[in-house]
């Protein structure tokens, strides 16, 4: 969740199925948006409930956008790879993420995403899961991120060692792992993957799941 006094952004929520996330009560997430950067059930799994009891909107790609509409949601806006939408409290801008999307139901899911997010003058780069890919450098080029918000798992995604290469291509040493240890084939060894980002200048937070850190 990314929170501001303004709103809220909830990215890709996946609480009640994840075994290190028993201690999180979905009851108390109301966010003012939910963005999905794909179709795959650890990213989708829990949007319905945190739609029914919020006044969220739902911000996707048009495939995954068009699966929550058939499915009886209206507060959804499709989008896709490009656009950027421009809310009261925060700028957002979808794009290229290299990996796979399918929906919970086997249908097609379109192509994955990430996100640009500026946000109380801060930039973040949610890059959803991806390997490493060159449009990343079109970021770097664009925008001046302060946080890059990278998997580290590998195995479906890009490990450490291609995130470090990834915060080189955005340009930001400041690095939040995301996609691991949710899954014995994504555990990660914290402390080996902490000391590799500090042998090249950089930061890696890898947070325990219900704390916080503020930009």
Known sequence: MFSSSQGSLLVDP??????????????????????????????????????????????????????????????????????????????????NAVHSSSMPDGSYGGNPLGFVIEMDGQCLYFAGDTALHQDMKQIRDEYRVNLAILPVGGHFTMGVEDALKAADYVDCKRILGMHYDTFPPITIDHEASKNLADSQGKELILMQIGNSIKL
Not at 20 to 45: N, R, T
Request: hydrophobic share 45%; no cysteine; glycine share 8%.
């Open 14 to 95: 996946f609480i009640s199925g994840n075994s290190l996330a028993g201690s999180i009560s979905l009851d108390e997430i109301v966010p003012d948006y939910i963005l999905l950067s794909h179709g795959h059930q650890d990213h989708v799994l829990d949007v319905e409930t945190i739609y029914n009891q919020s006044q969220a909107s739902v911000v996707a790609n048009f495939e995954v956008a068009s699966w929550f509409q058939n499915r009886g949601l209206e507060r959804v806006i499709p989008m896709n790879h490009g656009g950027k939408l421009k809310l009261d409290f925060a700028s957002i801008k979808l794009v």
